[in-house]
């Protein structure tokens, strides 16, 4: 069995050395279970609302029509909204959320490349196309298999697309440190969660270096940093940014 890894080192662009937190097995089905049942409840709820809306509940009409012709208008309205929602589910969130589920974020994890990097929209459909063969032969037996075996506990899923699982706030911290550091930029990862870090942080770090963080995190999404303002205003205009950056919607 191949030696576990906590965190995979990596080199970024800029020659730094970037340790990525690996997420492992508890984390990965924390998640999963989350999700499941979001799609299981929402999936129920379609049906049992249907069912209800066209006043059937209580006799076997609307199954009749189901099960006797996928052709029928009730097969389509009944069966397949539910049936796209539960199987389309992960990756529709995947590629909209940029590698997150409401499990993943729930459980604090997102996917990533093996290069510590948002994965694109093809490595995102690789994975869950290959969610058909880590899910045999039921509950995913073969993918947990390989999450226990691999090094990177990582699934078939991910070895084909080139991703892992890594927890996303210790990722957050990974990226603030390096913006702290003069002279080195944040890793790829979106810029309010680095500025939820900071304004955690705030008022144990002494006003010029935290100014000076939130000026750095703040010129690198493109704005316009105040000139000609005391530091005390300066301090306060880039709490207030940051502020608005960190809770800004997630994309």
Avoid at 135 to 141: A, E, G, H, M
């Amino acid at each position: 069995m191949a030696t576990i890894q906590d965190e995979l080192q990596l080199t970024s662009t800029d020659a730094t050395e970037v340790n990525l937190p690996i997420a492992g097995t508890g984390s990965r089905t924390y998640a999963f279970l989350i999700d499941w049942h979001i799609r299981i409840i929402l999936a129920l709820a379609w049906l049992i609302g249907m069912a209800a809306l066209l006043g059937l509940m209580g006799g076997r009409g609307i199954w009749d029509e189901v099960f006797d012709s996928v052709n029928s208008f009730v097969f389509y309205i009944v069966i397949l909204p539910p049936a796209l929602l539960y199987f389309l589910y992960h990756p529709v969130l995947e590629i909209a959320l940029k590698g997150r589920t409401p499990g993943k974020r729930t459980a604090g994890i997102r996917i990533v490349t093996v290069e510590g990097q948002t994965p694109d929209v093809s490595a995102l459909l690789i994975r869950n196309v290959f969610r058909l063969i880590d899910s045999l032969p039921f509950f995913y037996v073969v993918g947990l298999i390989c999450v226990l075996l691999s090094a990177r506990q990582v699934r078939i899923g991910d070895m084909a697309a080139g991703t892992l699982l890594a927890y996303e706030k210790r990722l957050a911290r990974n990226a603030f440190e390096r913006f702290a550091t003069p002279g080195e930029g944040a890793l790829d990862l979106p810029a309010m969660e680095v500025a939820q870090d900071l304004l955690e942080r705030w008022n144990t770090l002494a006003p010029d270096k935290r100014s000076q963080i939130a000026a750095k995190l703040i010129s690198s999404q493109g704005e316009t940093l105040p000139a000609n303002v005391s530091k005390r205003a300066f301090d306060r205009e880039m709490h207030k940014r940051l502020t608005s950056l960190a809770h800004a919607p997630r994309t």
